[in-house]
Nanobody, 117 residues
Framework: QVHLVESGGGLVQPGGSLRLSCAVS????????MGWYRQGPGKQRELVAR???????DYADSVKGRFTISRDNAKNTVYLEMNSLKPEDTAVYYC???????????WGQGTQVTVSS
């Protein structure tokens, strides 16, 4: 069973940057499409970025041009580089396997990102 551990969140000022990491264990990352999801206060969980097994990427309109998803199969890790952060990016961020846009694995504990001055 795939186990996911997210890290790298924190408190950052508007306009700042963070890099999230998702460590994958229990299976080889290379065969999976992966996604980063987020759930803001009072909101539903949403997919913000995904990367195919061949490293094709796709983004939600709300983060396009600001966030970059990448993967390092040798390290079994997926990353989310977040720049020009806005208060509305405040959320708990989770990674997961994806099938299309549907999460396909068990959720980790997530990592909190708070954008505030």
């Amino acid at each position: 069973q795939v186990h996911l551990v997210e890290s790298g969140g924190g408190l950052v000022q508007p306009g700042g940057s963070l890099r999230l990491s998702c460590a994958v264990s229990g299976s080889s990352l290379s065969i999976y499409a992966m996604g980063w999801y987020r759930q803001g206060p009072g909101k539903q969980r949403e997919l913000v970025a995904r990367i195919s097994s061949g490293s094709t990427t796709d983004y939600a309109d709300s983060v396009k041009g600001r966030f970059t998803i990448s993967r390092d199969n040798a390290k079994n890790t997926v990353y989310l580089e977040m720049n020009s952060l806005k208060p509305e990016d405040t959320a708990v961020y989770y990674c997961n396997k994806v099938e299309g846009i549907i999460p396909a694995g068990s959720w980790g504990q997530g990592t909190q990102v708070t954008v505030s001055s």
